[in-house]
């Protein structure tokens, strides 16, 4: 009997110790797990979308630079022409449009009005003397041939006519609604041409999309350059992420918006605000590079990790210590 009490009591022990061991390692007792993960900021690479001779560049590494500040300039002088010649085309072919909108001047049709009775007159006349070489020639008044004269002169009397008649009705008509259409399709045509060497000349300036501070530049002064060639390399002020990673048991005790508390090596005595910003939704194998009690084949949960008060005090890449704070929810951050 006493050796029967005596196993299940060991029993006992050895499933409490199990169940101690269990929730202690396994991060289901009461204290949130501490994360361990690195600092993450953006970089942007920066280069101009036009080809060209790089002029000028008014940063180096290291500096700080706010968003909108020039940081380098292509030789514009070839988009410039570029851009000049466009708008002469685009002047003219709206001085063509306004011509064919508006019509023939009043005194364009004046003149070819003019023209055709002047034509009548010597066509009136022409006939008269083919007539009367008709006439003649039946008397013998006449040779054959003034008669043929006569007759030619007559018909090519009547031919300027026609044409001069033909020629007023088009002034009289305007241009063709035709015409005109296809004025308006080269001038559209030529405005976004002129709208392409204007967004050109503008791309010869390279300016800082955000704040941040150059960490490379690549191009000096004098420097042939494709489109696309990287000049600098700009590392953004904001956002500073923590990336880390978390283990499945722990997931369903975090949620967005969880308030952090961030500490590193460097500068154990300051602590950094932060908020749990994004939890993904995938499970994968713990990088190598994390830091972590737990194997390195065990899965995990990344997480981001959205810094409040970020400051030069952290680097990219930067190891940093996070404590978790179920004490307030927060705002989810995206």
Not at 101 to 117: C, F, H, K, M, Y
Not at 147 to 157: C, F, G, I, K, Q
Not at 219 to 238: D, R
Not at 267 to 276: E, L, N, P, Q
Request: glycine share 6%; no cysteine.
């Amino acid at each position: 009997m006493k050796k029967t009490l005596s196993f299940v009591i060991v029993l006992f022990a050895i499933a409490g110790s199990t169940v101690w061991v269990y929730r202690t390692y396994r991060g289901e007792n009461d204290t949130l797990p501490t994360l361990y993960g690195n600092v993450d900021i953006r970089e942007v690479t920066l280069g101009f979308r036009v080809s060209g001779k790089l002029a000028q560049l008014h940063y180096d590494e290291g500096d700080k630079v706010e968003a909108g500040a020039v940081l380098a300039r292509l030789d514009d002088e070839p988009y410039r022409l570029q851009a000049a010649s466009v708008q002469a085309q685009v002047d003219s072919l709206r001085a063509r449009l306004k011509l064919r909108e508006t019509g023939n001047r009043p005194q364009e049709i004046a003149q070819a009005r003019s023209l055709v009775r002047e034509r009548e007159a010597t066509a009136v006349n022409a006939e008269r003397l083919f007539q009367r070489a008709e006439d003649l020639l039946a008397d013998k008044g006449v040779s054959a041939q003034e008669r043929d004269n006569a007759e030619a002169n007559h018909r090519e009397a009547q031919a300027r006519l026609k044409s001069a008649r033909d020629n007023l009705a088009l002034l009289e008509a305007g241009f063709r609604s035709e015409d005109i259409s296809q004025a308006k399709a080269d001038l559209a045509q030529t405005e976004a041409a002129l709208a392409t060497a204007g967004l050109q000349l503008n791309d010869t300036v390279l300016t800082a999309p955000a704040d941040g501070v150059i960490l490379t530049r690549a191009q000096e002064a004098g420097a042939i350059l494709q489109a696309g060639t990287p000049v600098f390399t700009l590392s953004l002020l904001n956002p500073v992420w923590v990336r880390a990673y978390i283990h499945e048991p722990d997931l369903g005790r975090i949620h967005p918006g969880m308030q952090a508390e961030i500490r590193s090596d460097s500068s154990a005595d300051k602590h950094y605000k932060g908020r749990i910003g994004y939890i993904s939704p995938r499970a994968e194998f713990t990088p190598k590079t994390v830091e972590t009690e737990e194997l390195r084949t065990s899965l995990v949960y990344r997480l981001r990790i959205v810094v409040e008060n970020p400051d030069d005090g952290l680097r990219q890449g930067m190891p940093v210590t996070v404590t978790l704070d179920e004490s307030a929810a927060g705002t989810v951050i995206p």
